[in-house]
Nanobody
Framework: QVQLVESGGGLVQAGGSLRLSCAASRAIFSFNAMAWYRQAPGKQRELVAHRSRFGATNYADSVKGRFTISRDTASNTLYLQMNSLRPEDTAVYYC????????WGQGTQVTVSS
């Protein structure tokens, strides 16, 4: 069973930055893809950033130019660098990994105050 553990969330003022981390219990290069999703209160979970095994990335239009997804295979960690944060970025952020099935972390809360 794969475990994904997110960290790095918190409260930040608009315009600030946070870096989320997702530590995986197995080698992340073994996944077909990894991604970050978020879910705001009363809204559906949405894709924020996606990284394929081969390094291709794509982002939600709302975060392009502000967020960056990256990984460190040595530590089996996926990152999401979030800059120029806005109140509308407030949500629970989830790490996702895909191999033969999908795996999810427990989520980390990000709150951006105006």
């Amino acid at each position: 069973q794969v475990q994904l553990v997110e960290s790095g969330g918190g409260l930040v003022q608009a315009g600030g930055s946070l870096r989320l981390s997702c530590a995986a219990s197995r080698a992340i290069f073994s996944f077909n893809a990894m991604a970050w999703y978020r879910q705001a209160p009363g809204k559906q979970r949405e894709l924020v950033a996606h990284r394929s095994r081969f390094g291709a990335t794509n982002y939600a239009d709302s975060v392009k130019g502000r967020f960056t997804i990256s990984r460190d295979t040595a530590s089996n960690t996926l990152y999401l660098q979030m800059n120029s944060l806005r109140p509308e970025d407030t949500a629970v952020y989830y790490c996702n990994a895909v191999s033969d099935t999908q795996y999810w972390g427990q989520g980390t809360q990000v709150t951006v105050s105006s």
